[in-house]
């Protein structure tokens, strides 16, 4: 009977010695990335079930990511599959306006260079040593687009999924704190001060149907690889510029995105296991994210100054710094940091439109590096 | 195999500017459609 009572009594005491300081460590980040979301309002839709579902896989013994574990269940059902970063593409459609990006076509050139990131950063992973399809999978973390890095960490780099994704996010949150310094250091105070003309609505909503369709045929054919990202987005976009199925729209919107954006959140969490996590290629990973992220924006800026010369100074290089992918929050910097230099200049519009060249700009970035991958008989 | 500053290099050349390439002819096509299919004011 005593050894019958102290078996019962290690199980429950067996959790605890089985915990592994590398769990108590991702424990810690699970809870900062809690804060973060929560009390810092940083992306909190993605950073609180991330950061819970690293909590929870932590918990030694529990067996969340072994076979038959819940975490498991949804990590393979959408994520190994694709699915979820694919479905949340639908969302993001609906709710991306692009038509400040149709009302001045040439910001679509705004939005590729915001992508250089994507290619110096895979440069810098290839010198430190990666293999050919981490570095591929590293070097996306620029396109500060979540479901894209999702979408070919899942593919190329499995290992890397937890790494990747948590840059990405977290990167994306920080995109207020890090984009100021970098468009302040890169412009004068004349060029900041720049006024830009505000256009009327010149946009037809055949024009705006038109967009999603052509650009899915000819991006499709460019780049078929990058087919289901394109595809997934432009879907959205058609559905919400249509005005045909508004019930499909507002579920797209609305429920889809929740639901898959709950369960995407948990299963990257769950990758975030200790052992697994914490060691100096996660560190590195996460170092070369930032790097990706700060050098788009330096790209993008640069390319401003570069279109403010060419225009004769109609342009404000700091809308540069909106071609990247973090809708709208990009946007909302950009007129922060120009209204600080010249309150009666409204660069949000503008910057919109680059914001969401950013966004296609992205999506096209990684389609065209996996047809290229193809292409070269690396996948 | 091919050696990876070929693989980076082709990468950027490549990739890069088959992203750029890309979105030209987007805005192109973007740019003439919205003179094919102009705004008009009934839209509204």
């Known amino acids: 009977m005593f050894d019958a009572m102290m078996g019962g009594i290690s199980g429950l005491v067996a959790g605890f010695v089985h915990l592994h300081w590398s769990n108590v460590v991702m424990m810690c980040i699970g809870g900062v990335l809690l804060y973060l979301g929560i009390k810092k309002d940083f992306e909190p839709l993605l950073l609180v079930p991330i950061g819970f579902g690293c909590i929870i896989v932590n918990i030694p013994l529990a067996d969340l990511m072994e076979k038959e574990g819940f975490l498991r269940i949804i990590y393979d059902a959408g994520v190994i599959t694709e699915l979820f970063p694919l479905l949340i593409f639908v969302g993001i459609g609906a709710m991306t306006d692009f038509r400040p990006v149709l009302e001045n076509p040439y910001t679509f050139l705004l939005g590729a260079a915001g992508q250089f990131g994507i290619f110096l950063t895979l440069l810098l992973a290839l010198a430190l040593g990666f293999p050919y399809k981490d570095a591929v999978t590293i070097g996306i973390i620029g396109a500060c687009d979540g479901p894209t890095v999702i979408y070919v960490a899942s593919q190329y780099a499995q290992h890397l999924l937890g790494p990747v994704s948590v840059a990405a996010y977290s990167y994306m949150s920080l995109v207020p704190v890090l984009q100021p310094p970098i468009m302040r250091v890169l412009t004068t105070q004349k060029e900041r001060v720049t006024v830009m003309k505000t256009h009327q609505k010149t946009v037809s909503k055949t024009t705006a149907m038109l967009f999603p369709i052509i650009i899915t045929i000819i991006g499709g054919l460019i780049a078929p690889k990058g087919l289901p990202l394109l595809a997934t987005i432009m879907l959205g976009n058609l559905m919400k510029e249509s005005g045909a199925v508004s019930r499909l729209t507002k579920a797209s919107e609305n429920e889809i995105s929740n639901i898959v954006t709950l369960l995407l959140g948990i299963s990257i969490g769950a990758t975030m296991s200790g052992p697994v996590f914490v060691k100096p290629t996660t560190i590195v990973i996460l170092c070369l994210g930032l790097v990706a992220i700060c050098l788009d924006t330096v790209c993008g800026v640069l390319f401003g100054k570069v279109l403010y010369y060419v225009t004769g100074g109609k342009v404000n290089p700091l809308i540069g710094a909106a071609g990247i992918s973090a809708f709208p929050m990009s946007a909302r910097v950009v007129q922060k940091e120009g209204q600080k230099y010249n309150k009666k200049n409204y660069l949000l519009m503008h910057a919109m439109g680059a914001n969401a060249g950013g966004q296609v700009g992205s999506v096209m970035a990684a389609a065209v590096m996996l047809s290229v991958l193809k292409g070269m008989g690396i996948i | ?44």
């Open chain 2, 1 to 44: 195999m091919m050696d990876k500053w070929t693989f980076g290099i082709t990468m950027l050349v490549v990739g890069m500017g088959g992203t750029i390439c890309t979105l030209i002819i987007f805005s192109l096509i973007m740019s003439a459609l919205k003179k094919i299919f102009p705004y008009k004011k009934e839209e509204e």
